[in-house]
């Protein structure tokens, strides 16, 4: 296992269609996040599972937004009913919880995927 | 979390060292600095972090002032691969999620 997979990496669809973007972590890491990034902007964070469980939602994840990580390695990211706003480059990160409760440190450093690239027409 | 503010863009020639600026002047004591680089359709990638110590890896050094206000990172001999958007994150030490990031600096290497 070499890294953070994404798939599609390109992904162009019509306004008010669905999408699904696929993650694949890295395979022991137990923390996964989705990112979005806009032109010209650092990325956004969305939301992150810890296994299984989705922990923290953003505001920036409408009702249109659903992830999931249902047996706490893959993920998936749907955009229900697309809208332009939505065109946007999605990022996908994992990283491995360890050490004492809630600290930082050199193990919990994410690594990213490279992306899906979501144009909405 | 505490704010960042880092120059738009910087030029550095290759081969030379080049020295990346970050202020955070509200940093907390419990929050850590990190860096990240973003190379052109591609995920950010970890480059270092410190909380009060410099540091050095192979890829940088982090110098962070006493006062913890700001902080540097150093490409020691700059490539024209390390072209890329590089952030500085302050992230809490109990927070340890999500990153946060800004805009960044453009660190466009020239041969």
């Known amino acids: 296992d070499t890294g953070v997979s994404q798939d599609p990496r390109h992904k162009i669809t019509k306004r008010g269609q669905n999408v699904t973007f696929r993650c694949d972590p890295i395979s022991e890491h137990n923390r996964l996040y989705w990112y979005r990034q806009t032109l010209g902007q650092g990325p956004e964070f969305l939301t992150y599972f810890q296994n299984e469980a989705q922990l923290e939602k953003s505001r920036l994840l409408s009702d249109r937004f659903s992830a999931e990580r249902p047996k706490g390695s893959f993920s998936t990211l749907e955009i229900q009913r697309t809208e332009q706003g939505d065109s946007a480059m999605y990022l996908c990160?994992?990283?491995?919880?360890?050490?004492?409760?809630?600290?930082?440190?050199?193990?919990?450093?994410?690594?990213f995927g490279p992306g899906t690239r979501l144009t909405v027409l | 979390d505490a704010k960042t503010t880092q120059p738009p863009s910087m030029d550095c020639a290759e081969g030379r060292a080049a020295n990346l600026p970050c202020n955070h002047s509200t940093i907390s004591g419990n929050e850590y600095v990190y860096w990240y680089r973003q190379i052109h359709s591609q995920g950010p990638q970890y480059i270092i972090h410190?909380?009060?110590n410099n540091e050095t890896n192979e890829m940088a050094s982090l110098i962070i002032t006493e006062d913890r206000k700001s902080s540097t990172l150093i490409l020691p001999h700059a490539t024209l691969r390390d072209t890329a958007v590089y952030y500085c994150?302050?992230?809490?030490?109990?927070?340890?999620?999500?990153?946060?990031f800004g805009a960044g600096t453009t660190v466009t290497v020239r041969a």
């Open positions: 410190g909380l009060k």
């Open positions: 990160a994992s990283s491995l919880r360890g050490g004492r409760q809630g600290l930082a440190g050199p193990y919990n450093e994410q690594f």
């Open positions: 994150i302050v992230r809490p030490r109990s927070n340890d999620y999500k990153l946060s």
